[in-house]
């Protein structure tokens, strides 16, 4: 009876063993067919020229400043993300007060919001016919078809990230640190730079990184906020767009292959500060 039962189970993990195989063997295909391909046909087109034709490409005026805008637009949206979502989530988890369900509710908005509708929504409120048109007008602001509109578009899209890592942590630590720190005489702003925000810095930094990889993909919300005025305001996404459309699929592979470096980056930068916030969480890195 026992040596049945040891071969029955002997059986039964040879056969978890092969079901495991086989979907990690699947999940790999699917990725390599889905993410490695495309990605690398980006890059096998890029320099289908040779680096000199790549650089002549990506060395052009207009590539040039879609680049600096498409930095631009991450070095302003990610600070005022950081502070807009630290903000957010110690509200959220650190006090009691009614329509704090309301408030998360509405920080998931841009989840769910198409990016279209995001701009029209954007140009709506900007726009010369929206709700600050007139006003922008008569102190000659402009805000649509131009950088401050694509800012504001990219803004929005981004806008939950950083509070939606950031609250998990902060709920999972509780006040008691910040109470002991009050009680020894520190100001809530002291606290707030000597607990809080040690205590989430990597969940911030996983949340920013997340803001920039999406800052530097967005298309829809900025297609519209934008104008597509070249030289001016196209960012990366944008420039690849119109060089697509204008049959320069050398350009638009070249220009591609920049914005898949940057991200590139971005998930590099991830995987390292993913471990760090799931420790930070009590999770075994890797699970």
Same mark, same amino acid.
């Given at each position: 009876?026992?040596?049945?039962?040891?071969?029955?189970?002997?059986?039964?993990?040879?056969?978890?063993?092969?079901?495991?195989?086989?979907?990690?063997?699947?999940?790999? $295909?699917? &990725?390599?067919?889905? @993410?490695? /391909?495309?990605? #690398?046909?980006?890059?096998?087109?890029?320099? +289908? *020229?040779?680096?000199?034709?790549?650089?002549?490409?990506?060395?052009?005026?207009?590539?040039l400043?879609?680049?600096?805008?498409?930095?631009l637009?991450?070095?302003?949206?990610?600070? $005022?993300n &950081?502070?807009?979502? @630290?903000? /957010?989530?110690? #509200?959220?988890?650190?006090?009691?007060?009614? +329509? *704090?369900k309301?408030?998360?509710?509405?920080?998931?908005?841009?989840?769910?919001?198409?990016?279209?509708?995001?701009?029209?929504?954007?140009?709506?409120?900007?726009g010369?016919?929206?709700?600050?048109?007139g006003?922008?007008?008569d102190?000659?602001l402009?805000?649509?078809?131009?950088?401050?509109?694509?800012?504001?578009?990219?803004?929005?899209?981004?806008?939950?990230?950083?509070?939606?890592?950031?609250?998990?942590?902060?709920?999972?630590?509780?006040?008691?640190?910040?109470?002991?720190?009050?009680?020894?005489?520190?100001?809530?702003?002291?606290?707030?730079?000597?607990?809080?925000?040690?205590?989430?810095?990597?969940?911030?930094?996983?949340?920013?990184?997340?803001?920039?990889?999406?800052?530097?993909?967005?298309?829809?919300?900025?297609?519209?906020?934008?104008?597509?005025?070249?030289?001016?305001?196209?960012t990366?996404?944008l420039?690849?767009?119109?060089?697509?459309?204008?049959?320069?699929?050398?350009?638009?592979?070249?220009?591609?292959?920049?914005?898949?470096?940057?991200?590139?980056?971005?998930?590099?930068?991830?995987?390292?500060?993913?471990?760090?916030?799931?420790?930070?969480?009590?999770?075994?890195?890797?699970?």
């Open positions: 009876m026992i040596p049945s039962m040891a071969v029955h189970h002997h059986h039964h993990r040879q056969h978890a063993g092969w079901t495991r195989r086989l979907l990690i063997g699947a999940a790999v $295909v699917l &990725a390599l067919l889905v @993410l490695g /391909v495309p990605t #690398a046909i980006v890059f096998v087109h890029a320099f +289908g *020229k040779g680096i000199e034709g790549w650089w002549r490409a990506i060395s052009q005026p207009e590539a400043h879609a680049v600096f805008l498409s930095l637009t991450v070095a302003i949206v990610v600070p $005022v &950081a502070v807009y979502g @630290l903000s /957010v989530a110690w #509200a959220v988890t650190k006090f009691r007060w009614q +329509g *704090k309301w408030l998360v509710s509405l920080i998931e908005v841009p989840f769910s919001v198409s990016p279209i509708v995001a701009g029209v929504a954007t140009l709506m409120v900007y010369t016919s929206g709700l600050f048109g006003w922008l007008m102190h000659d402009k805000i649509m078809f131009a950088v401050p509109g694509i800012i504001l578009a990219t803004l929005f899209v981004t806008s939950p990230f950083v509070a939606r890592e950031v609250m998990p942590l902060m709920q999972l630590q509780g006040t008691d640190e910040e109470e002991a720190a009050q009680v020894l005489g520190a100001g809530g702003l002291k606290t707030f730079l000597a607990v809080t925000l040690p205590n989430v810095k990597w969940a911030l930094f996983y949340g920013l990184i997340l803001c920039a990889a999406r800052s530097l993909g967005e298309f829809g919300a900025v297609s519209v906020v934008s104008g597509h005025i070249r030289g001016e305001t196209n990366l996404p420039y690849i767009d119109l060089l697509y459309h204008d049959y320069d699929s050398s350009g638009a592979f070249a220009a591609a292959s920049v914005l898949t470096l940057l991200a590139l980056v971005t998930v590099i930068l991830k995987g390292v500060v993913e471990g760090r916030r799931d420790t930070a969480l009590g999770d075994e890195p890797g699970e």
